[in-house]
Nanobody, 121 residues
């Protein structure tokens, strides 16, 4: 019904930059919000950033000032611009979209497959 495809991960040195993207497709009436999460090995998944339909953004304290979330409504895509990366940013990054569909009333969450980000010292 709804698919989220992430891309843009890779290996980067500390202080470098990456831009992650997550494109939503399928039977979607509207996207209420999109969020980025990350999960490092042996750790719980943590919320990183979010953007709602009106464009307001929120961030985890650990990434504020370094990471920027944005969206392109025409492409149903969210981006995570990652600057001044640190080794502790190493994780699998996932996007989540809360969407309304024309099939079933209500809002439903869908997850991307994740993309690996590795930051070396």
């Amino acid at each position: 019904q709804v698919q989220l495809v992430e891309s843009g991960g890779g290996l980067v040195q500390a202080g470098g930059s990456l831009r992650l993207s997550c494109a939503a497709s399928g039977s979607i009436s509207s996207i209420n919000a999109m969020h980025w999460y990350r999960q490092a090995p042996g750790k719980q998944r943590e919320w990183v950033a979010g953007i709602i339909s009106g464009g307001s953004t929120t961030y985890a304290d650990s990434v504020k000032g370094r990471l920027t979330i944005s969206r392109d409504n025409a492409k149903s895509t969210t981006y995570l611009q990652m600057n001044s990366l640190k080794p502790e940013d190493t994780a699998v990054y996932y996007c989540k979209a809360r969407v309304a569909t024309p099939i079933t009333p209500g809002l439903y969450d869908y997850w991307g497959q994740g993309t690996q980000v590795t930051v070396s010292s």
